[in-house]
C-alpha cells in the first residue's frame, strides 16, 4: 500500500488526477471505476483540465459507478448520474454509452445489481477503482457490518448516513433510504485502487484503515489486504 500525505486539497486533486490519466494514457480503453461525494470533485476538475489542454483522450474510457441511491432518477440533482455529469462526462469526450451507474429506479433491483457486476466482469474487471471513505470507513455504501458484502447489492442506508447525507436534501425525509452499491469483492477485484481523503475529520479513519485490524466493522480495512493501493490524504 503506498500512503501519501500532501500539503492540501489542490495537490492531493492533482496527483490523483495525474494517476489516472496515467492509466488512460497507458490503456486508452481502460475501464474506470469511479465515485461521487466531494473528496473526488478536484480530481475530476483536473481530469477535466488535462482533456481542455489536449492531453487526455477517453473516447474509448468505459466508466462503471460505485452506486446510486434508490429511487432517484439520473436528472435528479442528488443522484449520483447527475453528479458525474455534472462533474464530468458533460465535460470530456467519453461517450454516453460507455458510461455505466447502477440504476436506482430499476423496477427489479436484485436483476440490476447481478446485471451490473456482470458488466465489469464482461468489461473483463476494472483497471483502476477510484475510491473516498467516509469517517466511518465505509466505501462505496458498504458501511461498517458483520461481513464483507460481496457483488453489488441493494444497501439499507445507516441512520448516520441519512443525516450526514441531509444537508443535500431540502429535509432528512427526502433522503432516499436504500442505495445500490457496489460489494466489497467488486472493488476488490479491481487491478489498481486509489482511495483520496481530505480534512482533519478523516485522519483517524484512514489510520485505522492503514494500520488497524481487517474488519467488516470498518469495510476500508479490507484494502490492506490488495496488492495495488494508493491513498493520498490531505488534512486541509
Ligand atoms: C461515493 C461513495 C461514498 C463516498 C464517501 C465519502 O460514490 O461511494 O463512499 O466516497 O461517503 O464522501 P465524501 O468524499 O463526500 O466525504
Known sequence: MKYIVTENYEQLSALA????????????????????????????????????????????????????????????????????????FNHVNIKPENTFVPCGIAANLGAECAAYDARVEAFGGIDLQLLGIGVDGHVGFNEPDEVFAKGTHVVDLLESTIQANARFFASEN??????????????????????????EQKREVIEQAVNGPITPKLPASVLQLHPDVTIIFSKK
Open 174 to 199: 427526502d433522503v432516499p433510504r436504500q442505495a445500490l452499491s457496489m460489494g466489497i469483492a467488486t472493488i476488490m477485484k479491481a487491478k489498481k485502487i486509489l482511495l483520496v481523503a481530505n480534512g
Open 17 to 88: 488526477a495525474d494517476i489516472i490519466a496515467a492509466q488512460v494514457i497507458m490503456k486508452p480503453n481502460c475501464v474506470l471505476g469511479l465515485a461521487t461525494g466531494s473528496s473526488p470533485v478536484g480530481t475530476y476538475r483536473e481530469l477535466v483540465k488535462k482533456y481542455e489542454a489536449g492531453r487526455l483522450d477517453f473516447s474509448a474510457v468505459r466508466s462503471v459507478n460505485l452506486d446510486e441511491y434508490v429511487g432517484l432518477k439520473g436528472d435528479h440533482p442528488q443522484s449520483y448520474r447527475f453528479f458525474m455529469q455534472d462533474n464530468l
